[in-house]
Nanobody, 119 residues
Framework: QVQLVESGGGLVQAGGSLRLSCAASGRSFSNYVMGWFRQAPGKEREFVALISRSGSSTFYADSVKGRFTISRDSAKNTVYLQMDTLKPEDSAVYYC????????????WGQGTQVTVSS
């Protein structure tokens, strides 16, 4: 198991930027594929981005491609989500998640951090 704590959310104007951080503690951060998800009020939680164990591969939802960048720092056991050119529709609670490569589902989740983008 790995424990995850997100930070960096807040209120920003449309067109602005935020960087979310997710600090991981516990066992073997490098064994985990890391992902970011988000959930807006009244909507289901949706995938945003993921990064491989080594950081060499990333994948993004179409809605954020070209605007968001996921990265990880293994020395700090931290994964980041750089969010640029934010839009009001990006407003949501953002969750960090971790899964082992062999797992089909993410089974480690953070508590979430609120991102609000004003128009």
């Amino acid at each position: 198991q790995v424990q995850l704590v997100e930070s960096g959310g807040g209120l920003v104007q449309a067109g602005g930027s935020l960087r979310l951080s997710c600090a991981a503690s516990g066992r073997s951060f490098s064994n985990y594929v890391m992902g970011w998800f988000r959930q807006a009020p009244g909507k289901e939680r949706e995938f945003v981005a993921l990064i491989s164990r080594s950081g060499s591969s990333t994948f993004y939802a179409d809605s954020v491609k070209g605007r968001f960048t996921i990265s990880r720092d293994s020395a700090k056991n931290t994964v980041y989500l750089q969010m640029d050119t934010l839009k009001p529709e990006d407003s949501a609670v953002y969750y960090c998640a971790a899964r082992l490569v062999s797992a089909s589902n993410y089974n480690n989740w953070g508590q979430g951090t609120q991102v609000t983008v004003s128009s």
